[in-house]
């Protein structure tokens, strides 16, 4: 089976630091994607990428950015974190561009 | 873009068909129906999608109307783990000003939160 990895379930972090949230996939797959999900309005696309070190806004790119220096690794950088940005956050990855997402277990972020 | 319409909550008895309908009116000719499912602190997990055909897996079914504007996920004998929230999306094409074909966003909404009943 495909595994997405998120190499960490549960974080904590204080206003202002500079945090990173790592996903791995083990199956080669081309696209990956980071999203947002909050109760009330469902997933939320920040950034997504199709190829290595290629990378595109989503729907709410304000305050990350992203970096894929090899094809099985998509972190997400949140450069200054601010409160509005815990959340849950679930990596993605599908093989080819109209190929269903393979999700991770997801980080739920707490900003305090 | 086309956006999906669900119902907020269903409920099904254990061992009957569980079927969640999906609106999507706004769809274009080269967009996809997809369905993922969330099960309470775990990541969405693929279901089924289709374009034109209904289509089956040994998951769930997925029904969609000639027209296209709506469609319809069945789980043929629902048990009581697939208790989750239902997510129906429409796959959107992109254009990109980078270098390299369009590219596809998936959006989500808010989903059909089915409880299947023992």
């Known amino acids: 089976d495909v595994k997405v990895t998120q190499s960490s379930r549960y974080l904590v972090k204080r206003t202002g630091e500079k945090v990173f949230l790592e996903c791995v996939q083990d199956?080669?797959?081309?696209?990956m994607f980071w999203y947002r999900q909050d109760p009330g309005l469902g997933l939320r696309l920040i950034y997504f990428s199709y190829d290595v070190k290629m990378k595109e806004k989503g729907d709410i790119p304000e305050g990350y950015s992203v970096s894929r220096e090899k094809k099985e690794r998509f972190s997400l950088i949140l450069e200054s974190a601010s409160t509005n940005q815990t959340s849950m956050y679930l990596c993605?990855?599908?093989?080819?561009?109209?190929?269903?997402?393979?999700f991770g277990s997801g980080t739920r972020l707490t900003v305090v | 873009d086309a956006k999906t319409t669900q119902p907020t909550s269903m409920d099904c008895a254990e061992g009957r068909a569980a079927n969640l309908p999906c609106n999507h009116s706004t769809i274009s000719g080269n967009e996809y129906v997809y369905w993922y499912r969330q099960i309470h602190s775990q990541g969405p997990q693929y279901i089924i999608h289709?374009?034109?055909n209904n289509e089956t897996n040994e998951m769930a079914s997925l029904i969609i109307t000639e027209d296209r504007k709506s469609s319809t996920l069945i789980l043929p004998h629902a048990t009581l783990r697939d208790t989750a929230v239902y997510y129906c999306i429409v796959v959107r094409r992109n254009k990109t000003t980078m270098v390299g074909p369009g590219t596809y966003k998936y959006i989500f909404g808010t989903g059909t939160r089915l409880k299947v009943l023992a």
């Open positions: 993605a990855s599908s093989l080819r561009r109209n190929y269903g997402h393979t």
């Open positions: 199956m080669d797959h081309e696209n």
């Open positions: 289709g374009l034109k």
